[in-house]
């Protein structure tokens, strides 16, 4: 069992150690002027080793968000008697992560140069999207489940879309703030809360009178 536990640290270890070469490369290059070959050497691995632990390059700057979605999934389905599904999102999603939980200035830097190196490159936008759209798939069958919707029922999806945009614009609120030189950690973590808190109390009240043109 010891044996077992040495292995598992040292691909934990390893995979940190490609994540962290990764990410200083990318901030300091770009995105897309770094090759994973170029990770590899820096990181003293075989390039089969970096596509062993990430199947794409892309997943270099994007594997965390795998525990994201499992606590996000989770929150829903184990939020208490009584509490609604946007209740229990709005409680996750407004919870310290990220740059918004940043408990030093040096891991604040860090986070500051991953937004921005995100917010610069195509790819990594393209790939950002098929996460959220999976997360979509994946919540609106949680949402089903928790509510006993039949597969006709379009309430799941709907809602499901509706809150994964409330998260993708708490991102966007963040990195608009960052781009425009803004780097006050405190204040971005201020308005993105006030703003995500507008978004969802205009879900709790519902889109019946929002938008209406006036005469």
């Known amino acids: 069992m010891e044996t077992v536990g040495r292995r598992e640290r040292k691909k934990l270890q390893t995979r940190q150690l490609l994540t962290d070469t990764a990410r200083r490369l990318f901030a300091?290059?770009?995105?897309?002027?770094?090759?994973?070959?170029?990770i590899a050497r820096e990181a003293d691995v075989a390039e089969a080793t970096v596509?062993?632990?990430?199947p794409t390059k892309e997943d270099l700057v994007y594997s965390r968000l795998e525990h994201f979605e499992d606590e996000l999934?989770?929150?829903?389905?184990?939020?208490?008697?009584?509490?609604?599904?946007?209740?229990?999102?709005?409680?996750?999603?407004?919870?310290p992560r990220g740059i918004l939980g940043a408990p030093?200035?040096?891991?604040a830097q860090k986070?500051?140069?991953?937004?921005?190196?995100?917010?610069?490159?195509?790819?990594?936008?393209?790939?950002?999207?098929?996460?959220?759209?999976g997360y979509t798939i994946w919540l609106t069958q949680v949402i089903a489940e928790e509510t006993g919707a039949g597969a006709d029922d379009p309430r799941p999806a709907v809602v499901a879309t509706a809150l994964i945009g409330?998260?993708?614009?708490l991102i966007?609120?963040?990195?608009?703030?960052i781009l425009g030189g803004d780097e006050d950690l405190a204040r971005i973590a201020r308005s993105t809360r006030a703003s995500t808190r507008k978004a969802l109390d205009l879900l709790a009240q519902g889109l019946s009178d929002y938008g209406g043109k006036r005469g």
Not at 104 to 107: A, E, K, N, V
């Open 28 to 38: 300091e290059r770009g995105f897309e002027q770094v090759s994973v070959a170029e």
């Open 104 to 107: 030093d200035p040096q891991s």
């Open 166 to 169: 409330v998260h993708r614009g």
């Open 73 to 95: 999934l989770a929150a829903i389905r184990d939020r208490p008697a009584g509490e609604t599904i946007l209740q229990a999102f709005g409680r996750f999603v407004l919870q």
């Open 51 to 54: 596509f062993n632990y990430f």
């Open 111 to 133: 986070l500051l140069e991953i937004s921005r190196m995100i917010a610069q490159s195509p790819a990594l936008l393209a790939r950002e999207h098929q996460i959220f759209a």
């Open 172 to 177: 966007e609120h963040v990195r608009r703030h």
